[in-house]
């Protein structure tokens, strides 16, 4: 927990300072609903999600008529962390092997990082693992990936540079097969100036890995990078309707003040946010939990 929460110093320094400031002790006031709705929307909660959570807070308030802006406080705190949804261990991997994930995102949001990450934790709690390398379009990325193998303990499969995407990820799942592996993690590109090449790859590889693993993929991970705030929101709807996702990664939490956009990914794209990273380590990457995310912030 501690180190989330001095990874979200940025938005506890924001929303939750600004948050704190205005509930500190005061009688409550109708006037202050601005206020609230002010620091929202700073946040990057969005506009759609500030006006349902002020909804609800006035609501709450007309209800329960509380005297001191405290009280209102613990409404609004109340409200925020029953609209984050609770994820399930994201540790635990379900029954059928191997399970194949898929990593999608624009370039530069983490993706790599991220596979690397998950090859690491997982490998680390006694699954086997193996990786594969088709972000064939940025040379660089296979050689990242090949690094956190090495980390991991993890074997990479790759081939070389342009390779069609859609075969390193079957050559992936292929080995994953033969060698009972538990977890393949799946790297992608993510070239958004060209959406339809990149939707055509992305669908590709979602039909060729199923094909070899029945059920799969099992997750596609969109991960998403926390500074780009609202603009990454627009970024997921283009992912979306190239490959169905199933959770997203929230990742450089450390490098903004806009914690707020969980709020607004779990609404507007109305998938689950089950991981959150907070700098480049193997540790900072872990599995969100709207408790602790709620709590370092406001707490
Ligand atoms: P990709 O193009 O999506 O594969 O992105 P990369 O995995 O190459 O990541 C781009 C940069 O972001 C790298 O320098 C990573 O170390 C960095 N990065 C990834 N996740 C985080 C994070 O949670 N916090 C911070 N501060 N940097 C991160």
């Known amino acids: 927990f501690e180190r989330l929460r001095q990874g979200m110093a940025r938005t506890r320094g924001e929303l939750g300072d600004r948050l704190r400031q205005l509930f500190g002790g005061r009688q409550w006031s109708d006037d202050l609903y601005d206020e609230i709705e002010e620091i929202l929307y700073e946040a990057d909660l969005g506009g759609a999600v500030t006006e349902i959570i002020l909804a609800e807070l006035r609501d709450r308030v007309r209800q329960a008529r509380p005297k001191t802006t405290d009280q209102v406080g613990t409404i609004l705190f109340d409200i925020l962390r029953s609209r984050l949804e609770d994820p399930a261990d994201p540790y635990v991997l379900p029954a059928e092997r191997p399970q ?142 190239a490959i169905n996702i199933t959770g997203i990664v929230l990742t450089k939490l450390d490098g903004t003040a806009k914690g707020g956009i969980a709020w607004a990914i779990q609404h507007q794209l109305g998938v689950p946010i089950r991981f959150v990273g907070v700098g480049e380590g193997v540790d900072d990457l872990m599995p969100f939990n709207p408790d602790q995310y709620v709590r370092a912030i406001l707490g």
Not at 147 to 159: D, N, S, T
């Open 100 to 241: 194949v994930w898929v990593m999608v995102g624009v370039n530069g949001t983490g993706k790599t990082t991220t596979a690397g990450k998950f090859a690491k934790q997982f490998h680390d709690r006694g699954y086997h693992v193996i990786l594969g390398a088709a972000d064939t379009f940025r040379a660089a990325a296979t050689e990242q990936l090949q690094l956190w193998g090495k980390r991991a303990g993890v074997e990479v499969i790759h081939q070389s540079p342009g390779a069609d995407p859609a075969a390193v990820a079957f050559d992936t799942v292929r080995a994953a097969v033969a060698r009972h592996e538990d977890l393949a993690v799946i790297d992608t590109a993510g070239r958004l100036h060209n959406k339809a090449n990149l939707m055509q790859e992305l669908a590709k590889i979602g039909r060729v890995v199923g094909r070899e693993v029945p059920g799969a993929p099992h997750q596609v991970w969109l991960v998403l990078d926390a500074t780009t705030g609202q603009n990454g929101l627009a970024q997921a709807r283009v992912f979306q309707e």
